[in-house]
């Protein structure tokens, strides 16, 4: 598990990161555009997840149909994704492939077509994806949650609004793009096998101009609320649920993460035995640490039956707020060997790897060595997860429920 | 992309593979034990889901939460899973553990407390989520295809069938664990970091008896029918379709991946610029390859609108009847890259190989390599593929829907 980081940064500003892998044959990157959904202008909620669509229907000399064909010529498994901070476009493949897949990417960001009758499909798939959301309660909850639970404008929906996307007009998501593909804020991360300095000539060839742009500081509002049900006629009760945390760049960020360990890590976790074991309230749970960089969380989910939605609900709140109170040497253990061994898996997968270097950079101004996570972790101890949770209290719960049956938040 | 498989057979059968990846800290495993959701007697559908839950809960000289504790102090991420012929109990671990991981699994398999008061929590879990797939119809739309397309009871249900699992008992339980647990059909896989002799002396330590048991012949009865249209006032219809193909050890195997490949290999394949870049006819498209040892088909799912869903399934059927008409060389490139770039993806992750060796072993009998896999892909031109789809044609389409409106079906 050791490792090291290549950075280099452009004259304006753009940061290309990589981290070596040896042995793979593979190699994953991605752009990551500073475009998310909480970039835009207030009433563009959805223009990110359209725009990730529209700047593929071709780019540079090749049209949308000659474009696709080139990427999938080069077996590009792509993974565009939309986050509150960014676009980000990404792709995993084969290493030899590279450097024609950048130069395809270099045009796809900086020489998109736009063309106006490819904005309407584009929109509509966008359109079409909130409403299929509809039937998937159990990612819809979470979605919600979000909104609810981050101020104004971090926690708006990475999959768009359909009234907001009713209004947009191309001319307007054209405008988006050119505001929003600043290059002094994007990262571009890559992993697996490559040649740092040819990628690093070849980016400078890219992307590398001498304008520095601004950089415009998100203006952070309200938090929308504490309780939101939304009734639909399933047979579960989805339950989402978030208390406020520190941030990724906190001290005590390892202890937080230590914490949702001993309440989630494995089937020996508290929320796995005592609501689903020991109760049997529900057939899923989950929680996980949630981090921009603004603001953190720790979420929580739970699937369940419109009887035991209350009884679920409460068990796991208390669970939450009881963590503060004790903690076994032996849960300690089993959440840090947890936490590590994930960690292990994590390393061994390029995209993995290049969506962390990524999000350390852009979170905390750099980016974390494995060995230094590793450390972090073994460091934590009862006592200093036992100290921070008494400093920083599971409490002032946002929850969101999608099922035929409302409960009651104390 | 070289590769060693390693290979060792117990006395009772029960054989042990492994596949070496240099260069990885972790290493993943699976055992897969004959007591799929086919292989069961009639009138238990889900046993297998209560099996692989029940047998958690204590075993050996531990009871439920001391086995937990145990996995989770190990830092396993546990992965079972259930087949239509097995119940994989898998896991990914960091390598050093894999010893103590093993001799908690003999435990697991051979010595499970299958205590009465511990079933019926298991089996009002497996009911919870049979329940919970009202609540996500794009899986269980596909469920229900499998159901319609294989003969019974290969397409069995497996997650199971609540009226079943209302009638089963723990006494009839833990006799299919007794008569389903058959060593001489286990087939152990592992992949990664790992010592094979070490491997296979534990292997007999914990596994060999000198009983060599029968092995039964499944049945195969009738296949359901043609069109089944499942009500619900969900947003979307949810389309499932298959067809049957050539079985994965037959000689035309290859063609029939590259077939599906050029359908649905990328954003540039068939289906997705004809049904949904083309005609915005749906916001999610794909067709996959789904091989048993009995049997084979090409599964399609495509989410659209209650107004668009007729035109979707007609074009959907028209792209697969067509394809016999004519594939270009570039389309042909782009597929066998598709092919090949994802096959290099998959060697690198250890839960995958082990994953693929098993199931090559027990499909084939034997372990292909990625060289062999790779060569039989390069191997495959037009003229191949178009000869495979005159003589095994894309027709006779089984069909699911789940949504608001019925279609028809020709």
Redesign the interface.
Known sequence: ?TERVDKHILKNGMVILGEQM?????VAFGFMLPAGAAMLAEGCCGAANVIADWI?RGAGDKN??QL??A????????ASSISSSHITIGA???ASNLAEALELHGDIILRPRLESEQF??AR??VI??I??L?????QKVMVKLREQFYPSPLGRSTIGDIDELNGLTDEKTKEIIKDNFNLSQTIFAVAGKYDFDIICRQMENLFETNEQETIEQLEIGQKAGKYVHIDN????V?IGLMTGTVKPGDDDYYNARVAVSVLS?????RLF?EV??KR?L???IGARYHGLKEAAGIMCYA???PEKAQETLDVITEQFEQLERGISE?EM??AK??L???L??Q????SSRAGAIGGDYYILGRVRSLDEIKNKIEATSVESVLGFLRNNKFKNFTVVTIGPKQITVR
């Open positions: 598990m040896e042995q793979v044959g593979s593929f949308s149909r696709g064909d990427l999938d010529g080069l077996g590009l498994h792509r995993a493949l084969e309407e499909p509509q798939l079409d994806g409403k299929a509809d039937d998937d309660p159990r006629e399933g047979a579960q989805h890590g494995g089937m020996s976790a035995t689903r074991e049997g529900c057939y899923a699937g369940t039956t032996e253990h089993r060997v947890g590590k061994a994930a292990i898996l390393s061994e997968s390029s």
